[in-house]
């Protein structure tokens, strides 16, 4: 039974919007010191971004997530250009 997730562990709150959400909508940005760790397209969605990562997609100038499509990492630096970005903030 010791082994068993328990929902007070940080990466289960995070998994579940504990520390926060906002919306980006065209033309808006983040601060440079926020990260996140869950972004969900609200409509198509078109958006630049970096990623804290050691593998995999780092950045990307214009990266397109389908409407209602969600990816997870360690996100930073998002500037939305067009569509709505549902961004779910990573414990610093």
């Known amino acids: 039974m010791n082994n068993l997730v328990k929902n007070n562990q940080t990466h289960n709150q995070q998994s579940f919007g504990a520390y926060g959400f906002n919306e ?3 033309g808006t940005s983040t601060a440079s010191t926020d990260r996140f760790a869950v972004l969900q397209a609200e409509g ?3 958006f630049s ?3 804290e990562s050691d593998k995999g997609l780092l950045s990307s100038a214009s990266y397109t997530l389908k409407d209602g499509k ?3 990492g360690f996100f930073k ?3 939305v250009s067009s569509g709505k970005l549902v961004v779910y903030y990573a414990i610093n």
């Open 70 to 72: 969600t990816r997870y």
């Open 24 to 26: 980006l909508v065209n």
């Open 44 to 46: 198509d969605t078109v």
């Open 77 to 79: 630096n998002i500037i």
């Open 49 to 51: 971004f970096e990623n």
